[in-house]
């Protein structure tokens, strides 16, 4: 509870970076020209080359590349650079490293994907695309007609950006949850099923089954794709001796790979099993799962007493 609140605080995290930034706009004030011209070739090399130094957030492992238009770089006084992903994953960053001072904060602009100064970017919070490690989007342009374009197409409020770091914190609490989600499978794609198109035990096809397939990753031994966790049951039961690494299974929903120990599980409800009379099915978000048992009924559960009822299950199916 503790930890809650004092990252959902804004104050400190904010005067560290907030306090630094302030002394550069000073100094760019100074010699104001030469300034601007250097900021201005600097950030036009960076477009290119922060993602190449920085290739993967290292505090959510998603690729920079892939969300250059929410990237982060961070320079601080010491020499050091970070590149993030986004302003939620430089938020962490900011928290947990609060005796740095950073010198140089700066964001990819939405449309252009060039980095520009957090503090000279017209933000937008909110509106109709899904935010970055966040529910509630947050996006820089370094041109603020961009930012009210943007606004007038897909909603949002332009804000600066104390109110950003604001928000940023308001909702850290439940970015935190979707971090630990995210670190644990970095891969969100179908590949699993072009590389096991196939159950490995009863044959059936993983693509159409991709709501409900596994895959088991063992540490010293090939990869096992089945349809359901029936099947990965008889495996895991055959293969004691394997080193195991990580159990994945389709969301249920949105069918990408998701760490079955980590997922909700959902027991039981009209929509028959697969290999199974007794349905069990996994989500990523819990609110998916509550969804699903409104309209189909089944209850909360988790991996252990999924696989638990699997085994029960066969020995039904077997008697
Ligand atoms: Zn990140
Ligand atoms: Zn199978």
């Not at 930890?3 to 104001?32: G, N, Q, Y």
Request: include cysteine.
């Amino acid at each position: 509870m503790r930890d809650e609140t004092r990252l959902s605080h804004p104050s400190a995290p904010l005067s560290a970076v907030l306090l630094p930034v302030k002394r550069i706009m000073r100094k760019t004030l100074l010699c104001f020209s030469a300034v601007l011209a250097f900021l201005f070739a600097t950030d036009f090399c960076q477009a290119q080359s922060d993602v190449q130094s920085h290739p993967a957030c290292p505090l959510c492992g998603m690729d920079r590349q892939q969300y250059a238009h929410s990237r982060i770089l961070l320079q601080y006084d010491d020499g050091s650079a970070l590149g993030v992903c986004s302003i939620h994953c430089a938020a962490m960053e900011l928290t947990l490293n609060r005796q740095k001072t950073v010198t140089q904060f700066s964001v990819g602009d939405y449309r252009t994907r060039e980095l520009v100064d957090v503090k000279k970017a017209a933000w937008v919070i909110g509106g109709d695309r899904p935010g970055v490690m966040t529910s509630r989007a947050k996006w820089a342009f370094g041109r603020r007609s961009d930012a009210e374009g943007f606004a007038r197409e897909h909603g949002g409020k332009i804000s600066s950006f104390e109110e950003v770091m604001k928000a940023v914190f308001q909702d850290m609490y439940e970015d935190i949850k979707l971090i630990r989600q995210k670190r644990v499978k970095p891969s969100a794609t179908m590949q699993d099923i072009k590389d096991h198109p196939e159950c490995t035990y009863c044959g059936m096809n993983r693509q159409q089954y991709a709501f409900s397939r596994m895959l088991i990753r063992y540490r010293n031994d090939p990869a096992v794709g089945t349809c359901s966790i029936h099947c990965t049951s008889i495996d895991l039961a055959l293969n004691t001796d394997k080193m195991l690494g990580v159990i994945l299974v389709g969301d249920y929903k949105t069918k990408k790979l998701i760490d079955a120990e980590r997922a909700v599980w959902v027991i039981g409800g009209k929509k028959t099993g697969v290999m199974s009379i007794q349905g069990k099915w996994a989500f990523e978000d819990r609110r998916d799962a509550d969804a699903f048992i409104e309209e189909n009924g089944g209850r909360i559960s988790f991996f252990e007493e999924a696989m638990k009822a699997t085994f029960e299950d066969i020995d039904e199916l077997l008697r």
